[in-house]
């Protein structure tokens, strides 16, 4: 067999293409780089003149127009402890976490579909999808089921025990049988004493076992359905792990909750199940099982299934077309199927929260209502300001080799349960407290609970408003409040649903106490007031506060207590929250998307793009040039010594398509059984059924908004940039823009005018070298108030802030001392160098590749 040369045309060609350069513009276009810098200060100058000198009173007020941007208050927070994070976390993540090609893999499955198959194997391909978003429905249930049942017997010991069976909770118990322990020093031992081990192992089997379990795992399933691969989170170890930790750290009294967890248990169920079925291979169509997951998940938590359509459609879903919302429908309904068979509250409804109520508001109620919205957007946000600047500083490699993992839990679960024990209303489990603060005073189930809290007499009727009565609704509110900051991002299974409801429900049955006391015998209006409404209202309002959301809390909150009557007060209660909260900052798991540092790319970017595609992207590829006539050998030293995910593939000049690593090498394996020798040359037709010709094209030209509708849009991994040099044709493959690559440039201030957003690089570590940490929040937050205060934002301040950010924006362009930070500064946060080893295109699988490849 004849050896063919080391250095073949083929090789040299590989090796000289390979030398990877960053963001050069090499297309041939009309304007040069003076003229478009002369266009922008042009730009810059018409703009402040249409605004009639306000960029002057900008500088005036703070040297200039960028450094004059007001801050945003509590968000400016949350990106200083983000960069405090960012400095210290050490490697990025987004190396290990693949992107998905959600356009390719779409062509994919379409192409299997379309195989030759017998007229029951296609019956049963198609009926795949069906099948198995009723599995993952019933296996979630039977879950939350579970979680329900254990959790109840676990956390009725820390009160007392039943004599006829130790297991029994107390709500199943007879009332003879119950011993309780008491309130005293024994009973506050007992209690302290068996919450803080439940803890203690709940975060040992996750410190030990299962990392990724721990948190809510929204913000992870979020990540995932962006388009992104993160294959710990959704493994079977993790879910092993999950269930029984969450049981423990609920029935250990923490607070905090099951329901934003049972969402991640949800999808866990999705990517086992999906294994056994060749067609969900497919990482699209996996993603589409998730986003049912997602649905049935908050269907099992809260016996909602509109609600966990809803919620997986606005919160966590990037791509939701048509068919994924009849499976996310399917799947919340199988789930709500057999909670109701299973029925573990014993209840009518599905859940504990059942409530029935049929008077109707008045309308002067609406303006108390919308006081409850202002007060939960005003929680929220506070509550997401402190608890990322806390949950920031426990990520620190300092506090981390002083604070170990479970000791962190153990720690936290003995100070919540010393403080709880005190209160009666915060001393119950958090759904027992919700749901007596929930209902009216009637004879009806619960009404010993209702006593016991001081919510109503023993003659059924409404407790009188005392000082007392208030001072423990609003110490339990704030108690809450401040335990589940502390405890929110602790490394173990737990969610926020609930405390932000118990907070909410507090504050809520407060103002309805205090309003109905005003409205004795109807002095206000001539309707009775139901105390229990108003605590269903501001729950709403606090947890719309919290996680930012809208439609699908208004379903879930109708669902959760049947109240029907009451879904205007919902609704004005959920929108005015959301829009007095997004004046502050940003949603919690938007916050901790950033704080964890995982990609993410956002719907909508606050962000005037005047950069071009070929201005970021990569060139020098690695190229597989047909014309040079490749042989069996050319084609394994190419797999062997570049591990890039794929190749593109090119004919002379021409672009061709685009080869899947995998996919060449399955090649040269066949090409090998067929007895072809290594210096036999690779022909056309052979390697032309396994390339992509069909991947996603652009013009270097094409500003970069139109890129960023392709990646959002489209869910495509890699645009390839395809125009032409002097003298060539137009098919000739300039660069490649990967969607990793466009994330970095975004958040690193070098495209996109962020050189000032708060989650920009540059802007968090300069403010974080500078010891601004915190110096200047509350006159941040006055400004922001001020300038983008509520009451504004319902006129017509959205238009005079978008001219002012662009204004900024642009200002921004016309010298790099003008910015915030230094280029020198800029330049240590981001390096060009380093970023491209994670390249996602071109990026190396590390676990196999040497380092003279990434060369």
Not at 589 to 615: A, H, N, S, W
Not at 737 to 758: A, C, E, I, R, T
Request: charged share 15%.
């Amino acid at each position: 067999m004849e050896s063919v040369s080391p250095m073949s045309p083929f090789r040299r060609a590989v090796s000289e293409g390979s030398t990877r350069h960053m963001h050069l513009c090499i297309v041939q276009s009309s304007s040069t780089e003076e003229q478009v810098a002369q266009w922008r200060e042009q730009a810059v100058l018409e703009l402040q003149k249409s605004r009639l000198g306000g960029g002057r009173s900008n500088r005036a007020r703070g040297g200039s127009a960028v450094a004059s941007y007001p801050l945003t208050g509590f968000q400016s927070m949350a990106s200083q402890v983000a960069a405090a994070t960012q400095v210290t976390r050490g490697p990025s993540l987004w190396p290990s976490m693949p992107t998905v090609e959600m356009h390719g893999e779409e062509i994919s499955h379409q192409h299997q579909a379309v195989q030759s198959m017998s007229c029951v194997d296609r019956v049963w391909w198609h009926f795949q999808g069906w099948f198995l978003a009723i599995a993952v429905g019933i296996c979630t249930s039977l879950s939350g089921a579970s979680l329900d049942m254990g959790v109840q017997g676990l956390s009725s010991l820390r009160f007392g025990l039943c004599k006829s069976s130790f297991w029994v909770p107390f709500r199943h118990c007879p009332h003879e049988s119950w011993v309780y322990w008491g309130e005293g020093v024994t009973g506050l031992f007992i209690s302290v004493s068996y919450g803080t081990f439940l803890a203690f192992i709940s975060g040992l089997l996750v410190f030990s076992f299962a990392p990724s379990a721990a948190g809510s795992g929204i913000p992870e399933v979020k990540t995932i359905l962006n388009g992104f691969v993160m294959a710990d989170v959704v493994s079977l170890r993790t879910l092993l792990i999950k269930i029984p930790g969450l049981m423990l750290s609920v029935a250990a009294g923490m607070s905090l909750g099951k329901e934003g967890p049972l969402v991640h248990v949800a999808v866990c169920w999705a990517q086992q199940l999906s294994r056994f079925f060749p067609q969900f291979a497919n990482e699209s169509k996996r993603r589409e099982l998730f986003s049912a997951a997602a649905a049935a998940g908050v269907s099992t938590a809260f016996g909602a299934p509109l609600g966990g359509v809803l919620f997986s459609l606005e919160e966590v879903s990037t791509f939701f077309p048509s068919r994924t919302l009849v499976k996310s429908f399917t799947a919340a309904m199988a789930a709500a199927i057999v909670l109701s068979v299973i029925n573990t509250t014993n209840t009518q409804g599905l859940t504990l929260f059942s409530v029935e109520y049929s008077t109707a508001c008045h309308p002067v109620e609406y303006l108390v209502f919308a006081v409850l919205g202002v007060l939960g957007g005003l929680i929220g946000a506070l509550f997401n300001a402190v608890n990322v600047q806390w949950s920031a500083l426990r990520m620190l490699p300092s506090f981390r080799q002083r604070v170990h993992p479970v000791a962190e839990v153990t720690a936290i679960a003995l100070v919540t349960t010393l403080t709880s024990f005190p209160l009666a209303m915060t001393r119950v489990l958090s759904s027992d407290a919700i749901h007596a603060l929930f209902e009216a005073c009637d004879a009806g189930s619960g009404r010993q609970l209702r006593g016991h809290l001081g919510l109503c007499t023993a003659e059924d009727l409404y407790a009188p408003c005392t000082w007392q009565l208030v001072s423990q609704l609003l110490l339990a509110a704030l108690l809450r409040l401040l335990q589940t900051i502390l405890t929110f991002g602790v490394p173990c299974p737990a969610g926020l649903f609930v405390p932000s409801l118990f907070t909410g429900a507090a504050l809520g049955r407060l103002v309805g106490i205090l309003v109905q006391a005003m409205n004795h015998e109807q002095q206000l209006f001539p309707r009775s007031v139901e105390p229990g409404v108003y605590a269903m209202v501001g729950a709403a309002a606090v947890l719309g506060g919290v996680c930012r959301v809208t439609i699908s809390l208004v379903a879930i909150m109708l669902e959760l207590t049947g109240g029907m009557t009451y879904i205007v007060p919902f609704m004005i209660a959920v929108l005015i929250a959301k829009l007095v909260g997004d004046t502050l900052n940003e949603g919690i798991y938007d916050l901790y998307i950033v704080l964890k540092g995982y990609p993410f790319l956002q719907e909508d970017l606050d962000v005037t793009f005047t950069e071009r595609c070929c201005d970021i992207m990569e060139t020098g590829l690695t190229k597989l040039d047909m014309g040079l006539q490749p042989t069996v050998a050319d084609l394994t030293w190419l797999v062997q010594n570049f591990h890039f995910r794929g190749y593109p593939v090119v004919k002379g000049d021409s672009f061709v398509g685009y080869v899947k690593r995998e996919h060449l090498r399955d090649l040269l394996g066949h090409l090998t059984t067929l007895g072809r020798g290594e210096a036999e040359v690779v022909q056309e037709e052979e390697l032309l059924p396994v390339v992509d010709s069909a991947v996603m094209r652009m013009s270097p030209d094409a500003p970069l908004s139109q890129a960023h509708r392709v990646f959002k849009q489209l869910g495509c991994k890699f645009i390839f940039l395809v125009g032409s040099r002097r003298g060539t044709t137009q098919d000739v493959l300039q660069g490649i823009l990967s969607k990793k690559n466009f994330l970095k440039f975004l958040k690193s201030g070098k495209v996109g005018h962020m050189l000032d957003y708060p989650n920009s690089e540059p802007y968090r570590a300069a403010r974080f070298r500078h010891g601004g940490m915190a110096a200047d929040v509350a006159v941040a937050a006055m400004e922001r108030v001020r300038t983008h205060s509520f009451v504004a934002s319902l006129f017509n301040n959205s238009r005079r802030r978008s001219d002012s950010m662009a204004s900024l924006r642009l200002e921004a362009l016309r010298a790099p001392e003008a910015s915030s930070s230094g280029g020198e500064e800029r330049e240590e946060v981001w390096d060009p160098e380093a970023s491209m080893t994670s390249s996602e295109f071109v990026m190396q699988d590390h676990s196999e590749r040497p380092d003279e490849a990434a060369r």
